[in-house]
């Protein structure tokens, strides 16, 4: 069984651009969550969808969107890139709903540097 | 909100021997789960040991176990027969049980280096 896919594994882009990140999940799993993960603020939680639908989401600007397509694969976008939104981009899918569906699992992530 | 604290930056063991991890978490929820996820260089987050609030009994698996003190806000990781594998960067994690939705809060993590 595939593992979850993130594309693409790294990135640089210059401030002010944009940045379209994607996730394929587990086949089955319906549930896609995406973090943030820096040196100086840690693991951050952006948002989450399910069936298309956000249905939970962190603290962030609204420069930080995403959604899923019907198939559950996840994109993320990011408006306007500033240099502390240089980090790594993590992806987890999870069969959420169904009996003992609480484990993520975690793709290996999208590296993005800002300069 | 909750918050999860891990007070170890660091930490090291010699190989063969056990270390434990601490980590505290502060919520108002009864019903949730814990996790520890370890992060090796390649960055790969990988599910260690789950752990349903509701359930006294503590986790274990293979090498791994966990001292679960729910009254205490307690969730400590246990590692056996530590091995040059369990080199990583370790994450204890919370996640409230509300439905379906999944959000997880990590703790700041602790570097355990493994060594010969």
């Known amino acids: 069984k595939a593992g979850v896919t993130q594309t693409p594994r790294y990135l640089i882009k210059t401030r002010g651009q944009q940045v379209t990140l994607s996730c394929s999940p587990i086949?089955?799993?319906?549930?896609v969550s995406w973090y943030q993960q820096t040196p100086g603020q840690g693991l951050q939680f952006l948002f989450e969808?399910?069936?298309?639908?956000?249905?939970n989401k962190g603290n962030f600007p609204g420069r930080f969107s995403g959604r899923q397509f019907s198939n559950s694969r996840s994109e993320m976008n990011v408006s306007t890139l500033e240099l502390g939104d240089s980090a790594l981009y993590l992806c987890?899918?999870?069969?959420?709903?169904?009996?003992?569906?609480?484990?993520?699992?975690f793709g290996q992530g999208t590296r993005l540097t800002v300069v | 909100a909750q918050t999860v604290t891990q007070s170890q930056p660091e930490m090291s063991v010699q190989e063969a021997e056990t270390v434990t991890l601490s980590c505290t978490y502060d919520t108002s929820e009864n019903n949730y789960y814990l996790f520890w996820y370890k992060q090796p260089p390649s960055r790969q987050m990988i599910l260690v040991i789950r752990q349903e609030a509701y359930k006294q009994q503590n986790a274990t698996e293979n090498r791994f176990s966990v001292n679960f003190q729910k009254a205490a806000k307690s969730f400590s990781l246990k590692i056996s027969d530590s091995q040059l594998g369990d080199t990583a960067m370790y994450f204890c994690?919370?996640?409230?049980?509300?439905?379906?939705?999944?959000?997880?809060?990590f703790g700041s993590g602790t570097q355990l280096t493994v060594l010969p």
């Open positions: 987890a899918s999870s069969l959420a709903g169904a009996p003992g569906g609480t484990e993520a699992f």
């Open positions: 994690a919370f996640m409230k049980h509300i439905g379906s939705a999944r959000q997880l809060t």
């Open positions: 969808y399910f069936s298309e639908t956000q249905r």
């Open positions: 086949s089955g799993h319906r549930s």
